[in-house]
């Protein structure tokens, strides 16, 4: 009931506990990648799209990312045969509700 009151959305018939933080927020998830990519770019990152991640390793210093292009087909995106291996020292996987 206390959480219902300070969040009127929020479901709780099958609520066993919540936690309420009062500076915390809520955004919108599409106005924070827009930010983030923007502040990207404003320092020189080159933003790729449409590849598909499809594995990591940890070689024990650096990560190593395999990942497939991904293209257009029939209206949907489907793998090419391109592939690429990045490096990297950290990977931050934020892909939500399509993450599978």
């Known amino acids: 009931d206390e959480i219902k009151a300070k969040w009127p959305l929020i479901e709780t018939s099958d609520l066993k506990g919540a936690l309420y933080h009062q ?4 955004i919108n998830p599409a106005d924070v990648t827009m930010a983030m990519a923007k502040g990207a770019r404003q320092r020189g990152v080159a933003i790729e799209r449409k590849w598909q991640a ?8 650096h990560w190593e990312v395999t990942c497939t292009k991904m ?5 949907n995106l489907v793998p090419s045969e391109e592939q690429i291996v ?15």
């Open 23 to 26: 500076t915390d927020g809520y």
């Open 54 to 61: 499809d594995g990591f390793h940890w070689n024990g210093t």
């Open 86 to 100: 990045i490096t990297a020292e950290h990977v931050v996987t934020a892909s939500g509700n399509h993450a599978q």
């Open 71 to 75: 293209v257009e087909k029939g209206g």
